[in-house]
């Protein structure tokens, strides 16, 4: 049964739809704006939006920038009650068509019945790498504070001199906005430490998306430019913390890592029990796998 999520605030709206595209034989899944409408079509993989291009914290174009960043290529029909708004047709790659408030029950079953056919749907996969270290760090699944550093190679090399000599840290690198995304999610990072002009999504958007899909992990910005500004402004939203200038870093060896343990809130007994943790093995706990003892022979073949 083909799958389609309804996204508009306006619940007169929601339930018409719902009534109509059920008349049809579809699944229909509601969303009340464009926050819960990312999240529900990140875990139902709708076949069809309907999206409401006015709608609080989210609007519809906005909700299509976003998926559009993230390659999720949903075949979508606006809706609206402005007619000026049929110009939007084709402005993101998988937004259909437009549909009038005031046409929804003679337009819309039409309209649906010829996106959710349409032999042009596709999708597109996301690729991202990590390199062999971060395989075996996440194998390794240790007690290790996990930083995602999202900035271009030598500020990449910077913090990993800054912050390697504590053993403490797991660092993972990218450079690229969009990227950033998809391994901070994977990844789980404990803190994101990124700069803010990045190709494809810059570090206040990633922040934003982060946000929005319900992963407010801390970041900290280091930046070349002072925009004291643009960071404030950001700064509202949960999980950004403030930021540090590449110059004062190098400046001062030190200026990092005290901000990356105050954030992640790692004392200096708490750091030094973790140095000590990695290093320390109980010989005397893995004594009984040794190659003669009835475990190893019970796995033989």
């Given amino acids: 049964m083909k799958r389609i999520l309804i996204v508009d605030d306006d619940e007169s709206t929601r339930l018409l739809l719902d009534k109509l595209l059920k008349k049809q034989g579809y699944e229909t899944i509601l969303a009340k704006n464009g926050i819960e409408g990312i999240r529900l079509a990140l875990s139902h993989h709708p076949d069809l939006l309907t999206v409401d291009l006015v709608m609080p914290y989210l609007n519809g174009l906005n909700?299509?920038?976003?998926?559009?960043?993230?390659?999720?290529?949903?075949?979508?029909?606006?809706?609206?009650?402005?007619?000026?708004?049929?110009?939007?047709?084709?402005?993101?790659?998988?937004?259909?068509?437009?549909?009038?408030?005031?046409?929804?029950?003679?337009?819309?079953?039409?309209?649906?019945?010829?996106?959710?056919?349409?032999?042009?749907?596709?999708?597109?996969d996301i690729a991202y790498t990590l390199k062999e270290?971060?395989?075996?760090?996440?194998?390794?699944?240790?007690?290790?504070?996990?930083?995602?550093?999202?900035?271009?190679?030598?500020?990449?090399?910077?913090?990993?001199?800054?912050?390697?000599?504590?053993?403490?840290?797991?660092?993972?690198?990218?450079?690229?906005?969009?990227?950033?995304?998809?391994?901070?999610?994977?990844i789980q990072p404990d803190l994101i430490v990124s700069d803010i002009e990045l190709p494809n999504i810059n570090g206040i958007s990633l922040a934003k998306i982060l946000f929005i899909l319900g992963h407010p992990f801390p970041i900290i910005y280091l930046t070349e430019?002072?925009?004291?500004?643009?960071?404030?402004?950001?700064?509202?939203?949960?999980?950004?913390?403030g930021y540090l200038l590449k110059n004062e870093v190098q400046s001062n060896n030190t200026l990092l890592q005290d901000r990356v343990e105050e954030i992640l809130d790692i004392s200096e007994d708490g750091k030094k029990a973790l140095q000590a943790s990695y290093k320390a093995a109980d010989i005397d706990k893995i004594g009984e796998f040794e190659s003669g003892s009835s475990i190893w022979a019970s796995l033989s073949p």
């Avoid at 819309?108 to 596709?122: A, C, F, Q, W, Y």
């Avoid at 971060?134 to 990993?160: A, H, N, Q």
Wanted: charged share 30%.
């Fill in 133 to 186: 270290k971060e395989i075996f760090d996440l194998l390794g699944k240790s007690d290790r504070k996990k930083i995602l550093v999202v900035s271009d190679d030598e500020t990449f090399d910077l913090t990993t001199v800054l912050l390697g000599e504590a053993e403490i840290y797991e660092l993972y690198h990218t450079k690229d906005g969009q990227e950033a995304l998809f391994k901070a999610v994977m």
């Fill in 225 to 241: 430019k002072a925009d004291v500004e643009t960071i404030q402004k950001a700064s509202t939203l949960e999980g950004i913390q």
């Fill in 63 to 124: 909700m299509m920038k976003i998926l559009t960043m993230m390659q999720l290529e949903i075949p979508a029909i606006f809706v609206t009650i402005k007619e000026e708004a049929r110009k939007l047709k084709g402005a993101f790659p998988y937004v259909k068509d437009v549909c009038l408030k005031s046409e929804l029950r003679e337009t819309l079953p039409k309209l649906v019945e010829e996106t959710i056919n349409s032999p042009d749907r596709g999708y597109n």
